[in-house]
């Protein structure tokens, strides 16, 4: 007989097991939180979470354009170098007139929104590009964003080789440093600028998975494309329109590194995509597809930015740091998987 607090159906201990299932990746990063901060209680203070917010709000934007290709159903390894592809395209068009190592020195001052856009887009392109061969030509979204990950390194490899010598990008515009830097001085030392961004984009992003028609149209390609399909929802179009999304994110996202930073080297990016894929799926989004939300996203990336500053703020050897992640992420998917088991 069904009790009260029990669906019909489930006993106590199978709701218990799927609770657990559910929570297990955020209950397992907890405790490894609070175990960091009994070893370091300086850890917790409000300057070192500041700081931490500050920057997981560029990766928070750039896990918000992957993980739309996630609920697709595809993957893109090619986020980390699109990063990279901007930050060096925009630190290269926005260094100080006065800079006396100045790449373009008979170039006039440029409005800061004008490289950051052209960033943007350019970052756009290729992500419909590597959509298209997605999308119409059938190949495996994993081989496709594969390719366009060589593609931009290369591109950006021989513009960072040709305009600066193979050397770091430095003596960024004192506005385009401010952009990403800069705070609004409300309380000590203010709420930065990144943490702002993060915010909106972070609206933007719920509206569109959550009250738009591609939204919806979004999480039915990647529950199931032939019944979307059958269903009469243009499965390119959407698809089209998710990757220029992300591809749009990844520019601006690009952007923001290169003037938080202050500079831009060609490896400017790397291992960004692992980071944002794997908060993706510590949040709920599911690799296989049809499955996630924007909050689960934000909580992801918070809970993974809180855990890498804190390997390195306890002085944690870096390749152990790496060993640690490769175990997060290994359990985060291991959980997807018995998820999606269960589901079925």
Known sequence: ????????????????????????????????????????????????????????????????????????????????????FAGIMTASLLQSVSYERRIFAGMPELPIFIPILGAMLLCALFAVLQCYFVAKVKVA???????????????????????????????LDERFKHFAQGYVPLGNPGIP?????????????????????????????????????????????????????????????????????GSAANSLGSGYELDAIASCVVGGVSMRGGVGSVGGVVIGVLIFQVISYGL???????????LIKGIIILLAVSIDTQKYIQRK
């Open 1 to 84: 007989m069904w009790r009260s607090g029990t669906e019909p159906g489930k006993s106590a201990a199978s709701l218990y097991g799927s609770f657990l299932l559910t929570y297990a990746i955020y209950i397992i990063l907890l405790l490894i939180f609070f175990g960091m901060v009994v070893l370091e209680p300086g850890l917790l203070t409000f300057r070192n979470l500041l700081f931490i917010l500050s920057q997981a709000s560029t990766r928070v934007i750039l896990a918000l354009g992957v993980a739309g290709i996630i609920v697709l159903g595809c993957t893109d390894l090619s986020l980390g170098r699109a990063v990279g």
């Open 141 to 171: 979204p994993f081989i496709a964003s594969l390719a366009f990950q060589l593609v931009l390194y290369g591109i950006q490899s021989i513009y960072f080789d040709v305009v600066n010598k193979s050397s770091p990008i430095g003596g």
């Open 312 to 322: 390195v703020y306890l002085r944690v050897n870096t390749y152990v740091q790496y």
């Open 193 to 261: 600028y990144l943490v702002i961004y993060a915010t909106l984009t972070t609206l933007v992003i719920w509206f569109i998975w959550n009250k738009t028609r591609l939204g919806r149209n979004m999480f039915a390609i990647g529950g199931n494309s032939e019944a979307a399909s059958v269903s009469g929802i243009n499965i390119v179009l959407t698809m089209m329109m998710i990757y220029t999304t992300a591809g749009l994110l990844y520019g601006f996202g690009g952007s923001l590194e290169a003037a938080r930073t």
